[in-house]
């Protein structure tokens, strides 16, 4: 489901992707980890709950139960992309890494430009699944752990050793860089 879908549910649980344009590791770049716990803090002080996460050089993977509020899904997430982007923009002027701001500028379509928007941050769509049984939970559960220790990434050896995630809650009632509370 692309953010392009207006997603018609406004309560329950979803597993939701976003990814850094054109898949830099921004994340990563420009430090930027502590912005998505700011998010999650928000999301919290809004009554919806963070149940699982990693958060990648690149990309995000969080399973967030909802509740119902005025603002969509969709809303949602795109505001979380918007505050985010302001920050590690601001982190890439900080560091002077013009280099990457010029790459960002040059993804930023031609409407989004009359707008005035000048650095496309993220991918213009996201991944959103409804999360409606046990069974499917667990799934993406597993394969946000496992995200650091696949693939290309192999980032650590153990799910429960990278920071970034809410795999060492589940995996021995720890807590990674977030909190997940019940």
């Known amino acids: 489901m692309a953010v392009n879908t207006q997603i ?5 649980m979803f597993f939701i992707t976003f990814t850094c344009q054109n898949w830099l590791p921004l994340f990563e770049i420009t430090n930027s980890y502590d912005v998505v716990y700011k998010w999650f803090d ?16 690149n990309h995000l993977h969080v399973i967030i139960e909802f509740k119902k509020v005025p603002k969509s899904i969709n809303t949602i997430i795109s505001n979380a992309k918007r505050f985010m982007a302001y920050e590690i923009v601001e982190r890439l002027k ?3 890494n013009n280099q990457l701001l010029i790459k960002l500028s040059e993804a930023v379509n031609r409407s989004d430009e009359k707008r005035g928007k000048l650095h496309q941050v993220f991918e213009r769509s996201f991944d959103c699944k409804p999360i409606t049984n046990n069974y499917f939970f667990e799934q993406k559960l597993n394969y946000i752990h ?5 693939g ?3 980032l650590v050896e153990s799910p429960i050793e ?3 995630s809410s795999a060492k809650y ?3 009632g720890g807590q990674g860089f977030y909190e997940i509370k019940e």
Do not use: I, R
């Open 8 to 12: 018609q549910e406004d309560t329950g």
């Open 42 to 57: 928000h999301l919290d002080s809004n009554g919806h709950k963070v149940k699982a996460y990693v958060t990648m050089p």
């Open 94 to 96: 900080e560091q002077k």
């Open 146 to 150: 496992n995200n650091p220790c696949s």
């Open 152 to 154: 290309v990434w192999k």
């Open 162 to 164: 990278y920071s970034h």
């Open 170 to 172: 589940y995996l021995t």
